[in-house]
């Protein structure tokens, strides 16, 4: 990648560690064999990050909209819709050891790396695309169908080794089944959370969740720290051609979307 293209994007330079971090949380959450609560731990980690990069940029961004990035018209399932309980956790735990390796490593790095090209590329629309004080729900349903079109129509794919490589150290590392991987990589919210699901709003659950996650990411000898750096140098080091053209693509799609369409309410 050229000197030019480097500095072109350098503004995508101050959110790209928290991408990386929630990427790989979200896919260790992903991991999860527990229903339903996969989708919400996921949700947690992502909705907040979308809000966090919306919030540098001023733009307004309230849950609605938030959610509607990470699952378009999928709803995501309420905290207190959780069906989990002690048995089912046992359950999980006991599936959890019969995962391979190997076959969820490569899953959750298709994930992550798919999670970090979304969220960099909604990170270049608030930077370079984004009009008015805040995004509606409606408005950001558009954007997560353009976001994923670029990610689906461009030719290649995001390498997602560096992802790879993170995860399965993480992995290694710690010895533990993915539903204990994802509760260390929430600082242990998620059992707290399990157990107090009738306790707890909604708001009240996601701060848990992104009070542990920056506290674990806040301590460099913690294992998502390593992970997250790791997957960083990688990324810092490589070229990116994939990620390059998935912009372009997205940068004129969404102009031209808009030049046809009236503009939403914020």
């Known amino acids: 990648m050229s000197t030019e293209l480097v500095t072109r994007r350098d503004y995508l330079q101050a959110h790209r560690r928290q991408i990386v971090a929630r990427s790989i949380a979200a896919a260790l959450a992903g991991a999860l064999p527990i229903p339903f609560v996969d989708d919400w731990v996921v949700a947690a980690i992502l ?4 809000r966090r990069i919306a919030a540098a940029h001023q733009i307004d961004l309230d849950d609605r909209a938030a959610t509607n990035l990470v699952f378009g018209k999928t709803p995501p399932t309420s905290v207190i819709d ?6 089912a956790v046992k359950l999980a735990t006991q599936s959890a050891k019969r995962v391979l390796l190997a076959l969820t490593a490569v899953r959750r790095a298709r994930s992550a790396a798919r999670t970090f090209a979304a969220m ?8 370079r695309l984004h009009t008015g004080m805040g995004l ?4 950001a349903l558009e954007l997560r169908e353009e976001i994923s079109r670029a990610i689906d ?6 390498a997602f080794h560096p992802f790879r490589k ?4 993480a992995v290694r590392a710690s010895l533990k089944a993915p539903l204990a991987l994802a509760d260390a990589a929430s600082g242990g919210a998620l059992r707290r959370l399990l157990a107090r699901r009738s306790e707890v709003t909604e708001a009240e659950a996601v701060d848990e969740v992104e009070d542990a996650l920056e ?3 806040a301590d460099s000898g913690n294992f998502l720290s390593r992970a997250v750096t790791s997957v960083e140098q990688q990324l810092a080091a490589e070229t990116n051609p994939f990620l390059e053209a998935a912009l372009e693509n997205f940068d004129r799609w ?3 979307r808009m030049a046809v369409q009236p503009p939403s309410a914020p």
Request: hydrophobic letters at 40%; proline letters at 0%.
């Open 136 to 139: 509606s729900a409606e408005r």
């Open 120 to 127: 960099t590329l909604f990170d270049h629309y608030c930077a």
């Open 82 to 87: 959780l069906a989990v309980g002690s048995l």
């Open 254 to 256: 969404w102009r031209a």
């Open 215 to 217: 506290k674990q990411l």
């Open 166 to 169: 993170g995860l399965t150290a």
């Open 47 to 50: 909705s907040r990050g979308y």
């Open 153 to 158: 129509s461009t030719d290649g794919a995001l």
